[in-house]
């Protein structure tokens, strides 16, 4: 019953800023590190970004290193995605998930995510 729920997606002009954030639920979200994953129009899942259980160590794609910023609450049991100098690139649904397992053929503890839109 582990369950994720995306939020903080919208349109947006090319070089703004959205934060998402994804609450987590029906696990022991502090024991696991969670990644953001993302899906443009017509193309496959791309990992994004990371965070370890304890938050201290993050991890970005090289396509949004610089740009955005992982961060996690334990005590809420949620992960934040800060993204900023938006790209139209960037446009795609953003998934959080379990790291490490996601890519997995019988993971199935996807959100619905939140679509991000970049365009002027």
């Known amino acids: 019953q582990v369950q994720f729920v995306e939020s903080g997606g919208g349109l947006v002009q090319p070089g703004g800023s959205l934060r998402l954030s994804c609450a987590a639920s029906?696990?022991?979200?502090?024991?696991?590190?969670i990644a953001w994953v993302r899906q443009a129009p017509g193309k496959g899942l791309e990992w994004v970004s990371e965070?370890?259980?304890?938050?201290?160590?993050?991890s970005y794609a090289d396509s949004v290193k610089g740009r955005f910023t992982i961060s996690r609450d334990n005590a809420q049991s949620k992960v934040y995605l800060q993204m900023n100098s938006l790209e139209p690139e960037d446009t795609a649904v953003y998934y959080c998930a379990i790291a490490g397992i996601w890519y997995e053929g019988d993971y199935d503890d996807w959100g619905q995510g939140t679509q991000v839109t970049v365009s002027s």
């Open positions: 029906g696990f022991t979200f502090s024991d696991f590190a």
């Open positions: 965070i370890n259980y304890g938050g201290d160590t993050t």
